[in-house]
Nanobody
Framework: QVQLAESGGGLVQAGEPLRLSCAAS????????MGWFRQAPGKEREFVAA????????YYGDSVKGRFTVSRDNAKNTVYLQLDSLKPEDTAVYYC??????????????????WGQGTQVTVSS
């Protein structure tokens, strides 16, 4: 059974950093690309970042490019999202997901097959 468990969310002030983690089990983690999405109340789920199985290539949404960094540790079956220069508009539930094999598109939720329960990030001004 595949399980993805996010952690590290919380309440921070604008400009402060935060680091999210996503621990994976039940899948061949080192063979799968991973992604991060977020969803704010009343909005659609938004692509944040993705990383290929080796970590060699990363992808970012325009709204977080230059502020967020995705990384992974295959020995720990964990993917990370470093959030820097946080803004109030970054407030959302953040989800990690495993990328569907055979797909070369990383930006849409439909290209991911397993999802975590999410972790809340709230940024105050």
């Amino acid at each position: 059974q595949v399980q993805l468990a996010e952690s590290g969310g919380g309440l921070v002030q604008a400009g402060e950093p935060l680091r999210l983690s996503c621990a994976a089990s039940g899948l061949t983690f080192s063979s799968d690309a991973m992604g991060w999405f977020r969803q704010a109340p009343g909005k659609e789920r938004e692509f944040v970042a993705a990383i290929t199985w080796s970590g060699a290539t990363t992808y970012y949404g325009d709204s977080v490019k230059g502020r967020f960094t995705v990384s992974r540790d295959n020995a720990k079956n964990t993917v990370y999202l470093q959030l820097d220069s946080l803004k109030p508009e970054d407030t959302a539930v953040y989800y990690c997901a495993s990328h569907r094999r055979g797909s070369s598109w990383y930006y849409s939720p439909g290209h991911y097959n397993y999802w975590g329960q999410g972790t809340q990030v709230t940024v105050s001004s």
